[in-house]
């Protein structure tokens, strides 16, 4: 099972890895901005430090639950399930409360916040 659920977790830090890149180094392209609900350039261009910062936190939680992946699987297994189940735990929680914001961030919570979430469970049983 723990196989299983590091698969979920990688991908889960891959995805948050990618939602880094779209937030905090191509906001500037509408293409990105168009994908958050940014209406225009200049919305872009004022939430773009928000966007940064926010990028930099999923970055954070998808390193953390990739090293988490790395500490468990060459012995750590304590330290390593720990972290795994704290950032997988920050992920999910973060989707849950993006459904708060509106009806329209139920679909992006759902992609944010599934494969966290089977992680979170899969390693939790691990």
Same mark, same amino acid.
């Not at 196989?3 to 392209?29: K, N, T």
């Not at 930099?56 to 939680?61: D, G, H």
């Given at each position: 099972?723990?196989?299983?659920?590091?698969?979920? =977790?990688?991908?889960?830090? #891959? $995805?948050?890895?990618?939602?880094?890149?779209?937030?905090?180094?191509?906001?500037?392209?509408?293409?990105?901005?168009?994908?958050? %609900?940014?209406?225009? /350039? &200049? /919305?872009?261009?004022?939430?773009?430090?928000?966007?940064?910062? /926010? %990028?930099?936190?999923? $970055?954070?939680? %998808?390193?953390?639950?990739?090293?988490?992946?790395?500490?468990?699987?060459?012995?750590?297994? !304590?330290? @390593?399930?720990? #972290?795994? #189940?704290?950032?997988? &735990?920050?992920?999910?929680? &973060? !989707? #849950? =409360? $993006?459904?708060?914001? +509106?009806?329209?961030?139920?679909?992006?919570?759902?992609? /944010? @916040?599934?494969?966290?979430?089977? +992680?979170?469970?899969?390693? &939790?049983? !691990?």
């Amino acid at each position: 099972m723990a196989a299983i659920a590091s698969v979920f =977790v990688a991908l889960a830090a #891959l $995805l948050h890895g990618y939602i880094f890149l779209m937030e905090s180094v191509w906001w500037s392209r509408p293409a990105i901005w168009k994908r958050f %609900g940014v209406a225009d /350039q &200049a /919305q872009a261009d004022a939430t773009k430090p928000m966007a940064y910062n /926010q %990028g930099f936190y999923n $970055l954070f939680l %998808g390193i953390g639950a990739a090293l988490g992946l790395v500490l468990f699987w060459s012995g750590a297994i !304590a330290p @390593g399930k720990a #972290l795994v #189940l704290f950032t997988t &735990a920050c992920m999910t929680l &973060a !989707a #849950l =409360v $993006l459904t708060t914001t +509106g009806r329209g961030y139920w679909k992006p919570a759902l992609v /944010q @916040g599934t494969l966290p979430l089977v +992680g979170f469970v899969l390693f &939790a049983f !691990a």
